[in-house]
DNA sequence: GCATGTCAAGTTGTG
DNA sequence: CACAACTTGACATGC
């Protein structure tokens, strides 16, 4: 019922997605940057279908695909095209093995843009620059078939409402790629779940739930309250569920509880997720070691409850 | 070889 | 006002 997802990376599996710099870049004529971006590319989209092939062999049913899998694409000085580049042709017919075995063994797939990406900025080149990551990360999802590009609803410049407006303002002109893919999360610091429900529902977007956002950034909703709410923005588009899981590395009891630990303390995983049919990315420092560490202890947890009620 | 500093981008909160 | 925290390890550089 519930499917376990593991976040971009693996600890103890020979899965290495490569990268590299606009500034190591800028130093070569464009031939090379071009040779040397499309081993990159060739080599990552290859460790793709490994990366499928291994978290399909572990159980997990879900893999966030790192935002870089073809490095500095959007670049203003560097940026290219998969048509571009001397191995293009191959690096397409890798994605589309791994969409082809991500689709047969049931794997979901999603994208996280990171930080730089905001639509809701007063700032017209952070917003353009912003458009243009998730077009890259829009056809890049097209082209594997991952069903959901994840954002934050980005800063407040002193009025949410004014900025979620902007938001919504950006919206429809994103490109159908990405309109029918985007989500939004409720962050740690500035936007939860009850800031973020109105502005879904308005889209007809659905709400990536973050427990352990919700819990740094509370707005009196309860843990099973705000799973509920964002259930049904996906529910209403006939669509999985999906959330979010971590812990904190110092735990609750003072202390910044913002950064992730290695693995997931059950007592953090919500009661109330038990048996949904959803999906959980686990945000773990241990990665794939976490997935695999918390599934075998709600299992266990799921069978000590029974005990008990027995 | 191995250690260390660097890396496109935004925003917030802290010192 | 400047800087670290978000998060992050591979790459590039220099010894």
């Keep these: 019922m519930l499917r376990f997802g593991l976040c971009c990376l693996f600890i103890n599996h020979p899965v290495l997605f490569r990268t590299t710099t606009a500034k190591a870049l800028s130093k070569l004529c464009r031939e090379e940057q071009l040779r040397k971006l499309s081993e990159i590319c060739r080599d990552n989209a ?19 695909i790192m935002s870089p899998l073809f490095p500095r694409m959007t670049h203003p000085d560097v940026g290219y095209r998969l048509a571009d580049l001397p191995d293009g042709v191959m690096i397409a017919q890798a994605l589309e093995k791994a969409r082809n075995f991500s689709i047969h063994n049931d794997i ?21 620059n912003s458009i243009r990551e998730l077009e890259y990360q829009g056809r890049l999802a097209e082209a594997v078939g991952a069903d959901v590009i994840n954002i934050h609803a980005g800063g407040v410049y002193g009025d949410k409402q004014a900025a979620l407006q902007r938001l919504c303002v950006v919206f429809p002109g994103l490109p159908a790629s990405v309109r029918s893919r985007l989500t939004l999360e409720n962050d740690d610091v500035s936007y939860t779940v009850a800031d973020l429900l109105p502005v879904c529902e308005k889209l007809s977007i659905p709400l990536v739930y973050d427990v352990h956002h919700h819990r740094c950034n509370p707005d009196g909703l309860s843990v099973e309250e705000a799973t509920d709410l964002a259930g049904e923005t996906w529910r209403r588009l006939g669509r999985e569920q999906y959330c979010h899981i971590s812990s904190p590395r110092s735990g609750w009891g003072g202390g ?17 997720w038990r048996g949904r049919k959803m999906t959980v990315d686990v945000e773990a420092k241990a990665k794939e070691l976490a997935v695999a560490r918390l599934m075998e202890e709600l299992e266990k947890g799921g069978a000590l409850r029974k005990q008990c009620y027995e």
């Design 256 to 272: 910044n509880p913002r950064p992730h630990a290695d693995y997931i303390d059950p007592a953090d995983f919500p009661d109330c």
């Design 46 to 64: 290859c460790n793709l279908l490994l990366a499928l092939e291994t978290v399909h062999r572990l159980g997990i049913g879900s893999f966030r």
């Design 108 to 128: 979901r797939l999603s994208f996280h843009p990171d930080q730089f990406v905001v639509l809701s900025s007063p700032h017209t080149a952070v917003v353009s």
